[in-house]
């Protein structure tokens, strides 16, 4: 048994490809959070206002896609940025 | 049973040999596949256009919905009607980026040539050129300035700040959001389509009628279809951000 454990503490296994996949998941799963909760706010406004006036759908539309590109581009910065992250 | 799955690392999914030219100007599958979208989209325009009927049918009848798109869909909804002068610039972006995009989903080629930051980055600087100089034409270097860094109506002890903010949005966000858009997305489809690839193929490699199993055939094909309408999205998505900078290089806000 303790011979194992001693085995153990010698010999130190590379960590740096572990810390860099966690890092990773962490860059894009904090990245995704505020615009996930931002392109449903834009999405559940545009179609509310929408309903409300079904004749103003087509500019409510593109300004819908306007939002939640502008949006959605903070995700795909995070998206980027785990796949820049090297060990 | 080995259900160990072997995924390959990011720059097997994306980077393609060499097939002639050199080691700078090499020509490999996604160059190729970009001089073929330009045949394309230029074939698919010329023989819309050669012969064309009061009743439009067939090639030019996509031809026409498309332009009419553009025109009444982008321009006419971001820039209004002095927009008009950019419609052939922008139809011819949109259906670059659609046509080079849904390189995606088609067998054999399967690689979305947005999926390589060149060309994003290449259009995105063309765009870039392009706003600074139709606001710098229309409004004058000064006014120009002026209309796109100081917001109207706001307090003189805060101004400095958003000077500095939307000094960061002209010159560095802009750009680089409308690249790293267009890129990401299409990088991270074709990701997604190789990954659920490799999961059936391996399922079915084991025992082939366990590859309906964790549904991942099923889904393959429904993210397939996925990718169809973000390929439309993100070609939608990058010209309209186009006519929205260029409309506000033109006319300031007020």
Known sequence: MLSVLAQAASSTPDITPGLTAIGRGIV???AAIGPGIGIGLVVGNAISSMSRQPESAGMVRTTMFLGIAFTEALALFGFVLAFIISG | MNLAIDFPPIS???EWPIIFGGDVLGVNKVVLLMWLSVIVVFAFFFVASRKQELIPAGVQNVAESTVDFIR???ILQTMGEEGLFYTPFLLMMFSFIFVCNIWEVIPVAQMPV????????FMALLVYVMYHFVGIKGQGLGGYLKSSLVPPGVPKAILPLLVFIELITMLITKPLSLCVR????????????ITFS????TLFAIQWQ???????AFLL???TGFEVLVAFLQAFIFTILTAVYIGQSMHPEH
């Open chain 2, 210 to 216: 366990i590859v309906i199993l964790p549904f991942s």
């Open chain 2, 221 to 223: 094909i429904a993210l």
């Open chain 2, 72 to 74: 009444n869909g982008i």
């Open chain 2, 12 to 14: 097997h999914a994306v």
């Open chain 2, 182 to 193: 267009l890129f990401a997305n299409m990088f991270a489809g074709h990701l997604l389509l």
């Open chain 2, 114 to 121: 947005n999926a390589r930051i060149a060309l994003p980055m």
């Open chain 2, 198 to 201: 490799i999961i059936s193929a």
């Open chain 1, 28 to 30: 894009y799963g904090g």
